[in-house]
């Protein structure tokens, strides 16, 4: 065909404006099964995305009232012995007897009052207050002695670092490395000096040790223990030094060793221990 | 007013989608009744290309209701061929023929649109196809032979087949026609 015979027949074809007779189909026929398909389609669609954001709604809402039914502040009280707490972060508090501690897990903010030993292992900030102060502390493990009734808090670092807050100025606050403690004595000092208690750790552990120990501090620890009165007939006797390893933090066992080492009496009363005795001499 | 309307297209607005739709159905139906050949196929193409228009309005940048006109055009087209292929059909053909000569139609013919229309639907589907697509439509040979995945040579050879196939048909038509009223040439 040639050239113009094809553009009169594509001239022809497009100046067709209506529908020949045989033609059943109508504009208003199609664009009613237009809309009956494609909104029907689009009916689905809606349907389905309304059934995935109802899953998804009511999975929200499962998950935070299981949030919201977990205990966020969490609170314990030691009696007489000893409580281990482990926390779901793998952290762990362990009690002495005689404390009170509340856990906040959101928050991290833990309020103790007593004795507390903290083997904390992950990078979460805890931040802890006592009766004594306030401090921060992760990834490490710390002893914190601080009672209400006692004028001052120890706080023994065992391996990390641990933070003494300053309710002053933050530039006022004071690192204490591991092997290190601290005395805290609220509104007067803070006295950081290199860990010499040894048995700082003993009413966890259960045992003592002793390594040319002078007594005083032998029977201070035991009071601190058990709360055991020992009192000295004659003031030298407090300087006298014992070396010992003890599997038990009893006050008898020391005190039973101690009067052979040194061939000392005891003399009991109600409320005190009284050792007799001449001087160090050892037997 | 129309072009507050093809705007409304873009906000896939229901009332703009309907005025256009029964604006162009019309034009857009005999498109492809000229392809496929029949009512049903070709009303179930027309909305699958109307929806497909709709849905992807975003790619008609301009040219007003003319150029909208001729952007739905070519996907309607394109809905025919694919209705077509999904159909059928591996074509072959002799290539040998698509170098014999081109036939001319029957120069003092001159039928109404209607009747042209209705002849080109009567083509077999093969020829009808790429006679719609090189003759209506303005494609070349190399554009069919993409399009339909075949070669140029066999898009030659359909197209002449679809002439000679015409031909005969006006011819027979014409003859119809002068017998039934007497006319002479």
């Known amino acids: 065909m040639k050239l113009e015979q094809d553009i009169k ?42 059934s995935i954001a109802a ?39 362990y009690l002495n007897g005689s404390t009170s501690i509340s856990i906040d897990l959101n928050e991290y903010k833990v309020e103790v009052n007593g004795e507390a030993y903290f083997d904390l292992l992950t990078q979460r900030e805890f931040k802890i207050s006592s009766p004594h102060g306030s401090y921060t502390a992760k990834k490490c493990s710390f002893n914190l002695r601080s009672r209400l009734e006692e004028e001052r808090a120890i706080l023994s670092v065992t391996d990390g670092e641990v933070i003494i807050k300053s309710d002053k100025d933050d530039n006022l606050d004071l690192i204490v490395e591991s092997n290190n403690d601290a005395n805290i004595i609220p509104r007067i000092a803070i006295v950081k000096a290199p860990l010499i208690d040894k048995n700082y750790l003993s009413w966890k552990t259960g045992k003592l040790h002793f390594e040319n120990t002078p007594l005083y ?3 201070n620890k035991l009071k601190e223990l058990n709360e055991t ?16 390893d003890f599997n038990t933090i009893s006050s008898n066992e020391v005190i039973q060793k101690i009067l052979e080492i040194f061939n000392y009496k005891v003399v009991n009363s109600d409320s005190l221990i009284l050792i007799q005795g001449k001087g160090c001499e050892k037997i | 007013m129309e072009e507050v309307l093809i705007a409304n297209l873009y906000r896939h607005d229901l009332k703009a989608q309907e005025y256009f739709y029964k604006k162009l159905a019309n034009k857009m139906f005999m498109v492809c009744y000229r392809y496929l050949g029949n009512e049903l196929d070709a009303a179930e193409v027309l909305n699958d290309g109307f929806y497909k228009a709709f849905s992807q309005i975003h790619s008609f940048k301009s040219g007003g209701v003319p150029g909208l006109q001729a952007w739905i055009r070519k996907i309607v087209v394109n809905e025919c061929l694919q209705f077509l292929r999904r159909k059928k059909k591996i074509w072959y053909t002799n290539e040998l023929e698509a170098l014999s000569e081109q036939s001319t139609l029957l120069a003092d013919v001159d039928f109404e649109a209607e009747e042209y229309f209705m002849l080109i639907k009567e083509l077999p ?9 090189f003759v209506i439509e303005g494609y070349s040979h190399k554009e069919i032979a993409e399009m339909l995945l075949i070669t140029e040579n066999t898009s030659r050879s359909f197209l002449l087949r679809a002439r000679e196939e015409l031909k005969r048909n006006i011819e027979k038509k014409d003859y119809e026609i002068r017998t039934r009223y007497k006319i002479t040439r």
């Not at chain 1, 022809?12 to 208003?28: M, Q």
């Not at chain 1, 009165?229 to 014992?242: A, D, P, Q, T």
Request: glycine letters at 4%.
């Open chain 1, 9 to 50: 027949l594509r001239d022809k074809v497009f100046e067709l404006d209506h529908l020949p007779k045989e033609i059943r189909w109508t504009a208003d026929k199609g664009w009613n099964e237009y809309k009956r398909k494609n909104y029907q389609k689009r009916s689905q669609m809606v349907l389905i995305w309304s």
């Open chain 1, 55 to 93: 899953i998804l709604i009511f999975g929200i809402f499962l998950v935070y009232n299981e949030y919201r039914n977990y205990p966020r502040i969490l609170q314990f009280r030691s009696e007489k012995g000893t409580r281990d707490i482990l926390l779901n972060d793998g952290n762990k508090i």
């Open chain 1, 217 to 219: 501090m032998v029977f």
């Open chain 1, 229 to 244: 009165n020992i009192e000295v007939s004659n003031s030298e006797m407090k300087y006298c030094r014992i070396s010992g």
């Open chain 2, 125 to 133: 589907e093969t020829y009808r196809t790429v006679f719609n697509l």
